[in-house]
């Protein structure tokens, strides 16, 4: 049975990493320059691949040159539009906060352009300053009637329900959490992707295992049930086909 691991850097692995042949990536991008590497990485295996200015890399890098790196997303065709969204975590400051707002605008505008689903990088802002605070609640009235899946999903069991009600997907790691348990036990099976975010959270994409282990002791399933689901959800999400 193929595994899907609906979001990894692969193209930032070690050189010498092996992917196992049980496990099948979503290759995804988060700025101008990993779009570049993904998109090249992506194509030459034959691998699906989403691209996206995240909010993280707005941050970063400002947004002087939005117009630029929407074209390259544009010009490449990619299967969603990723990773983006609103982290209230990175923005120091109200005008840094606004300029991701402004990104993802342009992403939510690129992806009804093209057709394509979003996937959504969000975290709230956990310390009293100016920036605003519930990034899930923002990015759920920006991107309203659009189809998403919630990479890394953060936020509570309420907010989760509401997304799945409206047609989107939660993504779910390995890492354990109260709140994670109440989401995976609240979400219906045909709405749970799995992800390893490697190599910066799970160090590889093996770390799916774990996530598809995790579903299943919560839902009181089989891992093969789970792995089953996860993957149909994937291609489904991702318009793509495996034999």
């Not at 070690?14 to 990993?34: F, N, Q």
């Not at 709140?179 to 749970?192: A, D, G, Q």
């Not at 799970?202 to 089989?222: C, F």
Request: net charge neutral.
């Amino acid at each position: 049975m193929i595994l899907i691991d609906s979001h990894t850097h692969l193209f930032e692995m070690k050189k010498d990493y092996l992917l196992p042949a049980d496990i099948y990536p979503v290759v995804a991008g988060y700025s101008h320059g990993a779009n570049k590497k993904a998109t090249t990485f992506a194509k030459e295996h034959g691998y699906p691949f989403i691209l996206g200015i995240a909010p993280q890399s707005t941050v970063k890098e400002g947004i002087s040159k939005l117009d630029e790196w929407v074209g390259f997303i544009r010009q490449n065709k990619p299967n969603a539009i990723g990773e983006v969204g609103l982290d209230y975590k990175w923005a120091e400051t109200r005008q840094q906060a606004d300029n991701e707002k402004i990104v993802f605008q342009k992403m939510i505008e690129l992806a009804k352009e093209m057709k394509l689903p979003l996937v959504i990088h969000s975290r709230n802002n956990p310390v009293e300053n100016d920036v605003p605070k519930d990034a899930v609640e923002d990015i759920l009235a920006m991107a309203t009637g659009m189809k998403l899946l919630m990479h890394f999903y953060s936020g509570s069991e309420e907010q989760a329900m509401r997304i799945v009600e409206n047609g989107g997907y939660i993504s779910i790691m390995h890492l354990r959490s109260k709140e994670r348990r109440k989401v995976i036990n609240s979400v219906p099976l045909n709405r749970l992707l799995v992800e390893s975010d490697s190599p910066y959270v799970g160090r590889t994409p093996e770390s799916i295992r774990e996530a598809i282990a995790y579903i299943a002791e919560v839902k009181n399933v089989g891992t093969a049930v789970v792995a089953k689901a996860t993957s149909e959800n994937a291609m489904k999400f991702f318009n793509f086909h495996l034999e």
